[in-house]
């Protein structure tokens, strides 16, 4: 580059490179951080050219320039051929206007790979200026459903884990696990038939449910085997090989047990000794510190879970530190470290047990009870560690066991000191409130993300409960669900309940202030959020705790702006849409029941209030159309005649709107494709006068001449859809218009109002 005369002050430096990214293929490419700085955010997932356009990055021609380029991004599949080469122009200014992707062989020349099983991309363009040293490059990748052997993925609708609110992808535990075990190139090679199926998929939809997504990266400096245990203990769980089939197993250590149905052992049923291990610690930990990363920020993070009570029984903390860099989001591990510190804050006893052969069916991270009066031990659960096998003719098994955490309440020691104090045994009643919805296609993406979403049939339907806390100790509640043709409930694990508030005084469809009451978890921190009110969703973009005031935005979604009543409930669907992970059919009718628990008890199904919906495949629908007008006046506002009414409205895509909440009067977006529009008029009587269908503009006009030909109505109702594939939209229009009402009718609701 040239000063005043001509003086050459500095250089501008082009490159043309392959980087590596690691083993291939992957899903996508993310992001690209050059120098700590953000480059590019997107989501390449094949060979398309894609441009880097940010020529100020470094501060521009003053300082160290910018970056302008091209790459393409070699996915690194087994019959991978390389792209030829290919140009990209750029918009921001900048020093270039075009950079030339190579073709890779061209540009090396001589005998050049097909850059088979190995993930990277190839970049031509402008790095920096003034500065000839190449700055630091990295990309965030993400892998889940590629990269498997003969790229067959195992259990593919469950390997995503969608985290952040579907920013971060994480891939399910049982995956990478299963992926370690069966891989023939790098992983054990083990044959998947060795691999207990069905452990494996419920491992992995209960992973899906809690959201065991990580972000771990295997640099194959430990051994496939260490690695595998790292997963583990991200997971909560277990893997071991079962004795009678060799096959592994993966056991996920959970509360997914009635201590009363768990085998039982004593001194005349198995057991034949109990040896106590004081070795552990007298001190509990009362505060677990894990430590996780965020792909994202590309920043660790620490959270905390602390035992109150005892940190100020003990004077202070007793920390265990946890290194978890998998874990890539705060809630998630801030989970994990509750779940630890239950764990290591209970003062649990550790036992070894020795049995004889009538307990060889026992395994690896196994419950059991176990009694012996000599240990004054009277139905403790424990849960089972390393099992061993006595010496040939010995014939007993040795066992290492610890107290069972989950089951704590039903454990007794026959010779504890009483109490005087009982505490209360609350029995639980139904939920204050209760809802059962169908799942938006917005609703979905957040809950299993686009790729599982677009592999959805059209006639896929999911369902989603809502309930409020009735109080009395109630923290949490069962969901249990069937669909047609089934006679018994299925039971899932304990949710949370739903935040919501209701609202003092009835609102029209466009209004966007509203005084609220009796909240339920609900605060500031529900700002960004959109709720369920009635059967409009809405998004939270404001709220003043002072004066109980919510600023809300209409019809977002699939949902058109409603009348709402006073003492209509606001949801947060957002955080708190609780699924039970099934798939239904369109024409189906689902049930459910919201289920209460209080301490160790839950309302009988009886006592449940029998929640339905029908289920009509509504994440599959075209968005209806939005601002809706008739003559320049919102349909929800106009009065007065009108006499041939030109409607206008904005279209709607849910496919590029994705889990983004777009307001009712907000500029068009779209459509999706295929979408068009339907007006119907019908007359007083509901009588069907005109069917206008295959409108693919954003006018529609009900002209005289249309009017004579219908019989020339003084007044009708109209009604308006989208469709797309003869699927029409989940909500639509329906509202009064007066074409000719006479003189007197038509001047007073033109200046009198009404």
Same mark, same amino acid.
Request: net charge negative; hydrophobic share 35%.
């Given at each position: ?14 490159? =043309? @490179? ?71 122009? @750029? ?40 500065? #000839?040293?190449?700055? /630091? ?19 593919? %609708? ?15 535990? %049982? ?16 044959? #998947? ?7 494996? *998929? ?14 771990? #990266? ?26 009678? $089939? ?5 056991? %996920? ?19 034949? /000794?109990?040896? /106590? ?93 176990? =009694? ?15 099992? $061993? ?6 014939? $007993? ?127 500031? &921190? ?20 002072? *004066?109980?005031?919510?600023?809300? $935005? ?33 024409? /189906? ?9 209080? &301490? ?11 929640? =339905? ?10 968005? #209806? ?82 009017? *004579? ?26 509202? *009064? ?6 003189? &007197? ?10």
């Amino acid at each position: 580059m040239s000063g005043k005369g001509g003086q050459t002050v500095g250089y501008h430096y082009l490159f =043309s @490179f392959v980087a590596g990214l690691g083993r291939g293929p992957i899903d996508a490419l993310r992001q690209i951080e050059i120098g700590e700085k953000d480059a590019w955010d997107g989501h390449a997932c094949d060979d398309s050219a894609q441009a880097i356009d940010e020529p100020e990055l470094f501060g521009g021609e003053g300082k160290e320039g910018g970056v302008q380029g091209g790459f393409k991004l070699l996915q690194g599949a087994a019959d991978q051929v390389l792209p030829a080469a290919e140009s990209v122009t @750029f918009s921001n200014g900048g020093p270039i206007k075009s950079a030339t992707i190579p073709n890779v062989k061209t540009a090396l020349g001589g005998l050049v790979s097909e850059f088979r099983g190995f993930s990277a991309i190839v970049f031509d363009g402008l790095v920096a200026s003034m500065n #000839p040293y190449l700055k /630091e490059w990295k990309f965030r990748v993400w892998r889940s459903r590629k990269g498997w052997y003969n790229d067959d993925c195992w259990y593919p %609708a469950k390997a995503t884990v969608w985290l952040a609110d579907g920013h971060v992808h994480g891939m399910n535990a %049982a995956h990478i696990i299963y992926q370690c075990l069966t891989d023939p190139d790098w992983g054990k090679a083990e044959d #998947p038939a060795m691999l207990d199926e069905n452990s494996f *998929t419920y491992a992995a939809n209960l992973f899906c449910s809690e959201g065991m997504g990580l972000c771990i #990266p295997w640099y194959r400096q430990e051994d496939v085997d260490t690695f595998i245990q790292t997963v583990a203990d991200h997971a909560g769980c277990l893997i071991y090989q079962e004795r009678t $089939t060799g096959q592994y197993v993966i056991r %996920a250590l959970r509360d997914d047990y009635d201590p009363e149905t768990i085998p039982h052992f004593d001194l005349d049923s198995g057991l034949l /000794e109990i040896e /106590e291990d004081d070795s552990a610690s007298s001190e509990a930990v009362n505060e677990v510190i894990v430590t996780g990363f965020d792909p994202i920020t590309r920043q660790e993070f620490q959270v905390r879970a602390q035992n109150i009570a005892a940190w100020h029984a003990h004077g202070g903390p007793i920390s265990r530190s946890m290194e978890m860099k998998g874990l890539a989001t705060r809630e998630l591990g801030l989970r994990v470290a509750q779940r630890e510190l239950r764990l290591l804050s209970a003062g649990l006893k550790k036992f070894t047990l020795k049995f004889d052969r009538r307990v060889w069916q026992i395994a690896p991270g196994g419950v059991i009870r176990i =009694s012996s009066a000599d240990n004054n031990i009277s139905n403790m659960v424990v849960r089972l560690g390393e099992i $061993t096998e006595g010496k040939p003719g010995s014939g $007993t098994i040795t066992a290492k066991a610890m107290e069972d955490v989950y089951a704590l309440p039903s454990t007794t020691f026959t010779q504890s000191t009483e109490s005087e104090w009982v505490g209360p045994i609350i029995d639980p009643a139904p939920a204050a409130a209760e809802r059962l919805i169908e799942l938006s296609y917005r609703d979905l993406y957040l809950a299993i993300g686009p790729g599982d979403l677009a592999q959805a049939d059209p006639t896929d339907s999911a369902i989603g409960t809502l309930a409020v806390s009735p109080g009395s100790g109630s923290y949490v509640y069962d969901l249990a669900t069937r669909a047609d043709g089934e006679v018994d409930y299925s039971v899932s694990q304990s949710r949370d309940y739903t935040g919501s508030a209701t609202i003092v005084s009835a609102i029209s469809p466009l209004e966007t202030s509203v005084e609220i009451e009796n909240l339920y978890e609900f605060d500031e &921190g529900n700002v960004g959020q959109v709720f369920l009110l009635d059967d409009e969703e809405v998004l939270l973009t404001a709220y003043d705790s002072g *004066t109980n005031t919510a600023t809300i $935005t209409r019809g977002c979604t699939d949902t058109i702006p409603a009348d709402h009543a006073a003492g209509a409930r606001l949801w947060a669907i957002d955080d708190d849409l609780i699924t039970d992970g099934r798939t239904y059919l369109q024409g /189906e009718t689902a049930e459910a029941l919201v289920l209460p628990r209080t &301490g160790s008890k839950v309302l009988a199904q009886a006592d449940a209030t029998e929640l =339905s919906v029908d289920l009509v495949a509504r994440q599959s629908r075209p968005y #209806p159309p939005a601002d809706l007008k008739v003559n320049g006046v919102s349909v929800f506002l106009h009065s007065g005649q009108q006499i041939e009414p030109v409607f206008t409205w904005a279209h709607r895509d849910r496919i590029v709107q994705e889990d983004q909440p777009v307001g009712h009067t907000e500029a068009s977006i779209g459509p999706e494709t295929g979408t068009t529009y339907t007006f119907r008029i019908y007359d007083l009587d509901n009588n069907l006068l005109r069917e206008e269908t295959a409108i693919d503009a954003v006018t529609w006009t009900y002209t005289a001449a249309m009017q *004579t030909t219908d019989s020339a109505p003084s007044t009708v109702r109209v009604e308006v859809e989208s469709s797309r594939d003869s699927i029409v939209s989940y909500q639509h229009y329906s509202f *009064t218009v007066i074409l000719n009402g006479g003189y &007197g009718y038509g001047y007073g609701l033109n200046y009198g109002g009404a």
